[in-house]
Structures are given as C-alpha cells and as structure tokens.
C-alpha cells in the first residue's frame, strides 16, 4: 500500500491507488523566502538583519544556519541560496562547513541546529 508523489509547479500530488481509496492529496512546497520567514521567527530576529550585510556574530551564525538548512535540507542550489542572500555561491559552502564543524564542537549550536531543522520540516513539509 504504497503512493507516489509527483511534483508539478511547487505542488506535490499523491497519485490515486488501490489502498487508501481517497482523492489524490495535494502538498504546496515552501518557497525559500517563506522558509527564510519561518526560520527568522523561529530564531527571533529580523529577516532584513539575516538578509542584510551586518557581520555581527549572532546574525551571521543565524545566516549561516539558515543557508546549511537550505542546503542540506532542501537541497537548493548554492547559486540560488547565495541570490537570495545578495551573496556568492561560495559564501553558502563556507556556511556549510561554518555550521558543520560549529555542530561538531559547540553542543549548544548543535541543538539550536537540530531545533531549526526540525521546525521548519514540520512547520513547511
């Protein structure tokens, strides 16, 4: 008793079957800025602040979490996760090993990580 899941326009329909016998489902995929959004309210801070060019260290710690989600999570490119942030794709893969090896040592970091991750996959599937 198995679905498959076909992807159309940021939409995801659950083809018919035999086992549930219900309509097909329909699943909206979060857009980046609503997952942008919804990481900035999860973490309490402005979204013009993680956006923005301040370097100050809890707002980049903040950025770099967001773009590691993106990636590692959503599996958006680097290019497109860098427009996003008015910054270079090579700026997101230095986001993903910032957070990376801060998960690694910082355990504290490492369950406000785990924390985001998990919100923002239940909150926008």
Do not use: W
Not at 54 to 60: E, F, G, L, P, S
């Amino acid at each position: 008793m198995s679905f498959l899941k076909i992807i159309v326009m940021n939409q995801v329909f659950c083809t018919p079957c035999n086992g549930h016998g219900l309509e097909p489902m329909v699943f909206k995929i979060a857009t980046m800025p609503e997952l942008i959004d919804a990481a900035c309210k999860y973490l309490k801070v402005d979204k013009e602040k993680i956006l923005g060019r301040k370097r100050n260290r809890d707002i980049v710690e903040y950025r770099h979490m967001i773009m590691s989600y993106l990636f590692f999570s959503r599996k958006i490119r680097l290019t497109e996760i860098g427009r996003e942030f008015g910054r270079d794709h090579t700026t997101v893969i230095y986001a993903n090993v910032h957070v990376s090896n801060l998960c690694a040592t910082d355990e504290l970091y490492s369950q406000t990580y785990a924390s985001l991750t998990k919100y923002l996959n239940f909150q926008l599937p």
